[in-house]
Antibody, heavy 119, light 107 residues
Framework: QVQLKESGPGLVQPSQTLSLTCTVS????????VHWVRQPTGKGLEWMGV???????DYNSALKSRLSISRDTSKSQVFLKMNSLQTEDIATYYC?????????????WGQGVMVTVSS | DIQMTQSPASLSASLGETVTIECRAS??????LAWYQQKPGKSPQLLIY???SLHTGVPSRFSGSGSGTQYSLKINSLQSEDVASYFC?????????FGGGTKLELK
């Protein structure tokens, strides 16, 4: 069945780089787009970026200068890297699969990984 | 960016009651709207897409409606397992944006 699972360090020092991995199963990264969405505790959801089936990417303009998304299709993994982390980046980070088709909603989500920024 | 305004921010209702949550877009999103349910400590789960299409496996007491800039999620005959936060998301225009959420509790 379709599964996504985020992994990565839960603690990042201020100004350092966050690196997260989303490992997927039950579908191919060359057939479905995968997005990253984050959620500060008790708050709403923010779309961060997407890696398209062809490997190209798009980012939220608010994060574009700090964010990079890549993948390894052979390992069914999508990577998120975001630099210059600050306390406002404290959030739970989710990867989510976009429903197959031309509509950009998310039919499967990972469990999320909580990231804290602190020295 | 398209702004999504959800109301109310919180809601208390009784078992068996009908509940309606609203979502207003800052411009016409042409039914490019999804609703998600998020239970405490869990990831969001898709309920509705294309404003009014029920996602596979979602109970029929959930329904979506609306057009233009105004959309709503209705829950008929509220059940205890419906206690959760609900978010709308527009996907008509990039970047995709979410409403601030509605926290639904039992009265």
């Amino acid at each position: 069945q379709v599964q996504l699972k985020e992994s990565g360090p839960g603690l990042v020092q201020p100004s350092q780089t966050l690196s997260l991995t989303c490992t997927v199963s039950g579908f191919s990264l060359t057939s479905y787009n995968v997005h990253w969405v984050r959620q500060p505790t008790g708050k709403g959801l923010e779309w961060m970026g997407v890696i398209w089936t062809g490997g190209s990417t798009d980012y939220n303009s608010a994060l574009k200068s700090r964010l990079s998304i890549s993948r390894d299709t052979s390992k069914s993994q999508v990577f998120l890297k975001m630099n210059s982390l600050q306390t406002e980046d404290i959030a739970t980070y989710y990867c989510a699969r976009e429903d197959g088709g031309s509509a950009y909603y998310f039919d499967y989500w990972g469990q999320g990984v909580m990231v804290t920024v602190s020295s | 960016d398209i702004q999504m305004t959800q109301s109310p921010a919180s809601l208390s209702a009784s078992l068996g009651e009908t509940v309606t949550i609203e979502c207003r877009a800052s411009e016409d999103i042409y039914n490019g709207l999804a609703w998600y349910q998020q239970k405490p400590g869990k990831s969001p789960q898709l309920l509705i897409y294309n404003a009014n299409s029920l996602h596979t496996g979602v109970p029929s007491r959930f329904s979506g409606s609306g057009s233009g800039t105004q959309y709503s999620l209705k829950i008929n005959s509220l059940q205890s397992e419906d206690v959760a936060s609900y978010f709308c998301q527009q996907y008509y225009d990039y970047p995709w944006t979410f409403g601030g959420g509605t926290k639904l509790e039992l009265k």
